[in-house]
């Protein structure tokens, strides 16, 4: 029979293992960035008999922590998917809170002053009070020398590269450039630098809470070399242990870049 631990005792355990696996990891090593897939605040929610208001507020008080985490392991760009272009299908009664959430999550990131606040979607999908709150997340911490962090809100794969397509046709009529001077040029590098993410390097590492094992359209276009890592914990309950395993074990891989 498996006795369990008092949870002082076990957080103990925890904390002496992270710093265990924290001591044995090589920066040289670490992914330079990482996407994250903010997977099951609702289920951990339900799980603990919450509303699923109180899962998403768990969550994104788990960012600041993850922040944390990656400016102290020296990653420079983390990506965060906080809302998918599906999810703003989901009823009003939910839906609002949330992006209620999000607004305020990405407020407090611009007044950390750590980080460089970036979003990534399609921002026209947004109601005009969350399109305000992500520029001025811009525009306030453009300077700063911290993280990178990208807010995906709005977000979804498949989307992104029809904007990009659509992006470099409009940049091209606008130029004159007739359809066959067009497809002669057009390659990967012309479309990439369209993306959300341009001028961005592509996602070393995409993590996945909550146990699903798939992207789900999360950038599709620059993960096409990236290594995953999914994890059995819901996203609020995500720790740092977690973290440094997931570092850990994209360090043990032999990256091949698709060859």
């Known amino acids: 029979m498996r006795i369990p631990y008092p949870p002082a005792l076990r957080d103990l355990v925890y904390r002496l293992y992270a710093r265990r696996v924290e001591g044995r990891l090589d920066h040289t090593q670490v992914p330079k960035h990482i996407g994250v897939i903010l997977d099951?605040?609702?289920?951990?929610?339900?799980?603990?008999?919450?509303?699923?208001?109180?899962?998403?507020?768990?969550?994104?008080?788990?960012?600041?922590e993850l922040l944390g985490w990656c400016a102290e392991t020296d990653v420079e760009v983390v990506t965060l998917w906080l809302l998918s272009t599906d999810n703003l299908d989901r009823p009003a009664a939910e839906l609002t809170p949330l992006l209620g959430i999000i607004e305020n999550t990405v407020r407090n990131l611009a007044a950390d002053g750590r980080w460089r606040v970036h979003h990534v979607g399609n921002r026209d999908l947004l109601p005009d009070a969350t399109q305000q709150v992500l520029k001025r997340a811009e525009q306030d911490t453009l300077d700063n020398k911290g993280v990178l962090v990208n807010v995906a809100v709005g977000y979804g794969g498949r989307q992104e590269i029809a904007d990009a397509v659509r992006s470099l046709l409009l940049e091209h009529a606008e130029r004159g450039t007739t359809f066959e001077e067009l497809a002669e040029i057009v390659d990967i590098d012309l479309i990439s630098e369209h993306l959300y993410t341009r001028g961005q390097p592509d996602p070393d590492l995409v993590i996945r809470t909550s146990g699903e094992q798939r992207l789900s359209g999360f950038m599709l276009w620059q993960s096409a070399h990236s290594e995953y890592y999914f994890c059995e914990v819901f996203w609020p309950a995500f720790r740092k242990v977690d973290f440094l395993r997931a570092l850990r074990d994209y360090a043990a891989r032999h990256r091949r870049l698709g060859l």
């Open 40 to 64: 099951g605040n609702r289920r951990w929610a339900r799980a603990d008999g919450l509303s699923a208001e109180q899962g998403h507020l768990a969550g994104a008080a788990k960012i600041d």
